[in-house]
C-alpha cells in the first residue's frame, strides 16, 4: 500500500475527507479558501491537487476500502482501551477473515440472505458484526487478542452468557443451518477457532 493511499485512510477515518471543517485542520490546508478558489469546489479536486494523487490513485483508494465507513460508525468509546486508535481498529478488521468466527457464514450471503423482502428492513444481519469472544467482568475487552467477527445470528444466540468453547454445540446448528439454506456454497465449520485459548486478563 502506497503512502499516498494510507493518507488518505487516515484522512477518512478521521472525517476530514467529508468536511471542509475538518480538512482544514490537516497540515497540507492550512490555505483552504484559497485552495477552494484555485483548485476547485469539492473536497475531492483538492484533495487530489494538494496531494499530488491522480484520479485512478483516488479510485484505488475507495475501491480498496470499501467497509471503511461502516468500520467508521463502529468506532466507539469502549474500543479506544484495547483499540487505542481508530486506525488500528480499522485495519484490524481489514484483514479479519470474513467469515462468522463461530459457524463459518460467510459475509456474502449474509447480505444475500438477509436482502430477502421479509427480512431487508433489519438493521443487523447483512454484515458480520464485531464480537468479544471473552465476556466475563474481567475479559471483556474490545482489543485485537479478544475481538473476531461473527454473524448476527451467532451473536445474538451467544449475548454475554455463554463461553465461546461452549458455544461450539449450538453453532454446529447454526451452522447447519447456513448449509441447508446454501447447500452449493462451500464453507467449514471453524472448528480450529473452538481449540484456540484466549486469555485476556484485563479488567473493565
Known amino acids: 500500500m502506497s503512502f499516498k493511499i494510507e493518507r ?4 477518512k477515518l ?6 471542509y471543517e475538518l480538512l482544514k485542520e490537516e497540515s497540507e490546508f492550512k490555505d ?5 478558489k484555485q483548485i476547485g469546489k469539492t473536497i475531492k479536486e483538492i484533495v487530489i491537487k494538494k496531494l499530488e494523487l491522480t484520479e485512478s490513485e483516488f479510485n484505488e483508494f475507495k475501491s480498496g476500502n470499501p467497509d471503511i465507513q461502516y ?8 474500543k479506544k482501551k484495547g483499540f487505542e486508535t481508530i486506525s488500528k ?10 467469515n462468522c468466527c463461530y459457524c ?24 458480520l458484526e464485531i464480537e468479544r ?7 471483556n475487552l474490545y482489543s485485537e487478542d479478544n475481538c473476531s467477527l461473527a454473524c448476527y445470528v451467532c451473536n445474538n444466540a451467544k ?19 447456513w448449509k441447508s439454506k446454501y447447500p452449493v456454497n462451500k464453507f467449514d465449520f471453524p472448528h480450529e477457532f473452538y481449540e484456540k485459548e484466549i486469555h485476556e486478563n484485563i479488567k473493565k
Do not use: C
Open 159 to 177: 449475548s454475554d452468557l455463554v463461553y465461546y468453547k461452549d458455544f461450539k454445540h449450538i453453532a454446529l446448528g447454526i451452522h447447519n443451518f
Open 14 to 19: 478521521n472525517g476530514s475527507l467529508d468536511s
Open 89 to 98: 481498529f480499522y485495519y484490524w478488521y481489514k484483514i479479519q477473515p470474513k
Open 104 to 127: 463459518g457464514v460467510p459475509e456474502n450471503l449474509l447480505k444475500d440472505y438477509f436482502s430477502t423482502p421479509d427480512l431487508s428492513k433489519r438493521k443487523r444481519g447483512k454484515r
Open 8 to 11: 488518505l485512510i487516515e484522512m
Open 71 to 78: 468500520v467508521k460508525s463502529r468506532w466507539s468509546e469502549d
Open 32 to 36: 483552504l479558501k484559497t485552495d477552494i
Open 133 to 139: 469472544i471473552l465476556t466475563d467482568k474481567n475479559n
